[in-house]
Nanobody, 128 residues
Framework: QVQLVESGGGLVQAGDSLRLSCAAS????????MGWFRQAPGKEREFVAA???????????DYADSVKGRFTISRDNSKRMVYLQMTSLKPEDTAVYYC??????????????????RGQGTQVTVSS
């Protein structure tokens, strides 16, 4: 059974940085689109970032406007890990962050429904 396990969340102050990690198991990681989503209390889940497989060794990275320039998604295929480096954190970044995997590498990588698997999430809290 495919598993995605997030880690790295925590409580930080505005302006701080955090790096989230997602460990994937039991999937052909290299060709999967890997995405990060978040959900704040009382709000809908929203797209944060994704790295979509395009061809061998080539990935397309996409970011929500709200995080562009502050967050960076990356992956280590040899370790089946995907990361979300978050800098200049703001209180509005507070949410549960989820890692997701799409085996078909759909172009609809901003749509959570396109993903086949999702982790349990890790809480990120940014105080002002």
């Amino acid at each position: 059974q495919v598993q995605l396990v997030e880690s790295g969340g925590g409580l930080v102050q505005a302006g701080d940085s955090l790096r989230l990690s997602c460990a994937a198991s039991r999937l052909t990681f290299i060709t999967y689109t890997m995405g990060w989503f978040r959900q704040a209390p009382g709000k809908e889940r929203e797209f944060v970032a994704a790295q979509r497989w395009v061809s061998t060794g080539t990935y397309y990275a996409d970011y929500a406007d709200s995080v562009k320039g502050r967050f960076t998604i990356s992956r280590d295929n040899s370790k089946r890990m995907v990361y979300l480096q978050m800098t200049s954190l703001k209180p509005e970044d507070t949410a549960v962050y989820y890692c997701a995997a799409d085996r078909r590498s759909s172009q609809n990588h901003r749509d959570a429904a396109s993903y086949d698997y999702r982790g349990q999430g890790t809480q990120v809290t940014v105080s002002s």
